[in-house]
């Protein structure tokens, strides 16, 4: 089955710097790739998604780029702000959705 | 829309009661999930339906575990007996074309 790994754990950025979240996954059928984030308390929230038949996909300032070949894609948050700070997880689907480990994004101002 | 609606918010229990966990989909979504949530392993997938049949329930952990889902409009996940290391968020989850949205959970306490 599919299994999506995810890097870094934590990432500590200073306010208005960009950040940037790398996931793999292993099932190369896998064809949707979307991007939660996740509050402290609260559910996870679907932010962006990219289609296997797209490279990168903007909204505002965040972006995501998918490599089928090399099977990894990325989130890009630029100019970050303290409200960033959560948790992030990617995910692949191919007939289910499975979740990387997620990120820990601390934006300090 | 309201979006996913889950109930209870908080659920606190003894080792060896049964827990049943409750949800509501979007309207109109056509699948529908039941995730666990721990620090240890993550966002774990437990079960999901495609209109109202069990697709595939190989993340159910032990057969203490069961789901059901009689109508396009409510699903509930049971543990009978729980047990302490059942403790974790639950969040249940629809979709309707790949997006996946998710209700706020069910903090379960097994003491």
């Known amino acids: 089955g599919e299994n999506v790994e995810q890097h870094p754990s934590t990432l500590s950025v200073q306010e208005g710097d960009s950040a940037v979240i790398k996931c793999t996954y292993s099932?190369?059928?896998?064809?949707?790739f979307p991007w939660y984030k996740q509050e402290l308390g609260k559910r996870p929230q679907l932010i962006i998604d990219?289609?296997?038949?797209?490279g990168e996909k903007k909204d505002q300032r965040i972006a995501v780029t998918l490599n089928k070949t090399a099977k990894h894609f990325s989130l890009h948050i630029t100019e970050t702000q303290p409200e960033d700070s959560a948790v992030y997880f990617c995910?692949?689907?191919?007939?289910?959705?499975?979740f990387g480990a997620g990120t820990i994004l601390r934006v300090k101002s | 829309d309201a979006g996913v609606i889950q109930s209870p918010r908080h659920e606190v229990t003894e080792m060896g009661q049964e827990v049943t966990l409750r949800c509501k989909p979007i309207?109109?979504?056509?699948?529908l999930f039941w995730y666990r949530q721990t620090m240890m392993r993550g966002l774990e997938l437990l079960i999901y339906?495609?209109?109202?049949?069990?697709?595939?329930d190989s993340g159910m952990p032990e057969d203490r575990f069961s789901a059901k889902m009689p109508n396009a409009s409510f699903s509930t996940l049971k543990i009978q007996p729980s047990e302490p290391r059942d403790s974790a968020v639950y969040f249940c989850?629809?979709?309707?074309?790949?997006?996946?949205?998710f209700g706020s959970g069910t903090q379960l306490s097994v003491l």
């Open positions: 989850a629809s979709s309707y074309n790949e997006k996946l949205f």
């Open positions: 339906f495609n209109n109202n049949v069990p697709i595939d």
């Open positions: 099932d190369s059928a896998s064809n949707y």
């Open positions: 309207s109109g979504h056509d699948y």
């Open positions: 995910a692949g689907l191919r007939n289910k959705l499975v």
């Open positions: 990219i289609r296997s038949n797209v």
